[in-house]
């Protein structure tokens, strides 16, 4: 007991392995506080922040004066967005711990994001709301004499424009504001006039790259333009959500998968992630990023343009891509997902909350999510959803694999992750898919970690 405990601290970086030997523990000492809010922390790490919430209130259950319970309950319930929870967790820990400074830190970002939300409801109203785009003058924003960086030409994204962009990002300079503007504008109005499923077909001899959760990992990206050539319409590709946090170049990320799209719109895909959305982008880095390299009224202008991305793609009618997985119930049809209103944040349940977020399991029918929202479906329920809808499988992303890819349910759910060493401490590594029109057969491409030329963790996340 004493040896799994000292083992497996904070630090230690196989936390999958964590869990599996806190869980033994547990087996043999149920009434260990320690253990379960160590597992807890585990969980946190690993994104399965509702297991993690169930132990730290489990622990709490045990030994109620166990400060760190309260800590681990608190983070759990902040990932969640579950804030007034948190807040009065937090108050707990800063009460007891009064000079613990990352508590206090945790607990005033916390009240700030609790009076934050107080306040958008107050002044909220039956209003049409107005877009950021409509306070915008564009035109007459100046490109200072001294910025020799890259530029739209005449308004439009070009090749040129690519690929100096991606140099200047590469030496962590800064594009200029006026071009941000006009990308985000551009690429706004594009993904407004597509459907919620997107639906495009192969020929026999083409061939689509498929790309999983990115996170701001901006030399990661370069990596894969590198392995696998710049997007053209020869070399089309599929960026299967979550572009933006965790990693600390968020906005160079975007701001080239967004290019790209203008330049390609019919050969270069993107599909929206959980973290596409308010609440993640405020914990979780980019809304921070965003503010300090620009403004506020950009960040609120991401946010629009995210809410147009589309949630699913299908290839030649056999092939279903979206970033999470599949549904809480049964029957739900492609017609559905064409029919989905998702000009919106999302919302706590239903087919875009299980888009997003719901997760495959090795086990029969359904359960509760791992991570709090959505649902864990397994192979029974892919099974279902294929032969209702005449698919093949389906490609998720969402997950971390030490791989990069898992194939689960007998080959019918395929998982790609594309941020190797994810967080900079999971030492995975990342991969992408390649589609052919001739048989549609996945196929697996790995590469490794690059480590960028000034790495250091994410300043920006709350």
Not at 19 to 48: G, M, Q, V, W
Not at 126 to 149: A, F, Q, R, W
């Amino acid at each position: 007991m004493i040896f799994i405990y000292r083992v497996f601290l904070p630090n230690y970086k196989d936390y999958e392995n964590a869990i599996k030997y806190y869980s033994e523990a547990l087996e043999l000492n149920p009434s260990n506080a320690i253990y379960y809010s160590n597992r807890s922390l585990a969980y946190l790490r690993t994104e399965c922040y509702g297991y993690a919430l169930a132990d730290a209130t489990k622990a709490l259950e045990i030994d109620k004066n166990y400060i760190k319970g309260y800590y681990r309950r608190a983070t759990s319930n902040m990932a969640l967005g579950k804030f007034k929870a948190a807040l009065k967790d937090y108050e707990t820990v800063v009460r007891v711990r009064p000079n613990d400074k990352d508590a206090k830190m945790k607990y005033q970002e916390c009240n700030k994001i609790v009076k934050q939300k107080a306040f958008e409801r107050a002044i909220a109203s039956d209003e049409i709301k107005k877009s950021v785009v409509d306070s915008l003058d564009i035109e007459n924003m100046t490109i200072e004499d001294d910025y020799v960086g890259p530029k739209l030409e005449d308004g439009n994204v070009t090749v040129k424009f690519m690929e100096e962009m991606m140099e200047w990002f590469k030496d962590q300079k800064k594009l200029h504001r006026k071009c941000a503007y006009q990308i985000l504008v551009q690429v706004k109005d594009l993904l407004a006039k597509l459907p919620s499923l997107v639906e495009i077909t192969l020929k026999e001899t083409e061939k689509i790259t498929i790309c999983g959760d990115t996170h701001g990992q901006f030399y990661d990206l370069l990596n894969i333009f590198k392995l696998n050539g710049l997007p053209s319409e020869s070399n089309p590709y599929l960026f299967n959500g979550d572009f933006v946090d965790r990693g600390s170049f968020s906005v160079e990320v975007i701001l080239t998968l967004f290019g790209f799209k203008l330049l390609y719109p019919n050969d270069f895909h993107l599909l929206r992630g959980n973290h596409e959305t308010d609440n993640m982008n405020q914990m979780y880095g980019f809304e921070g990023e965003v503010k300090a390299k620009y403004t506020a009224q950009m960040f609120q202008l991401f946010s629009e343009v995210f809410q147009w991305l589309p949630l699913a793609q299908c290839i030649n009618n056999k092939v279903l891509i979206m970033h999470g997985g599949l549904f809480s119930e049964d029957g739900i049809t492609l017609d559905d997902l064409r029919k989905i209103e998702r000009n919106r944040q999302p919302p706590d349940s239903g087919p875009m909350c299980d888009l997003l977020w719901s997760d495959p399991q090795p086990q029969s029918g359904r359960s509760i999510s791992k991570r709090g929202v959505s649902c864990q479906f397994g192979p029974d329920v892919t099974e279902r959803f294929l032969e209702q809808n005449k698919l093949d499988y389906i490609v998720r992303s969402h997950e971390v694999k030490a791989e990069g890819y898992e194939v689960t349910h007998s080959g019918k759910c395929v998982t790609v992750f594309s941020a190797p060493n994810y967080c900079d401490q999971m030492g995975n590594k990342g991969a992408y898919i390649h589609l052919r029109g001739a048989d549609l057969k996945p196929e697996f491409h790995q590469f490794t970690a690059v480590v960028p030329p000034s790495a250091s963790p994410n300043k920006y996340l709350t």
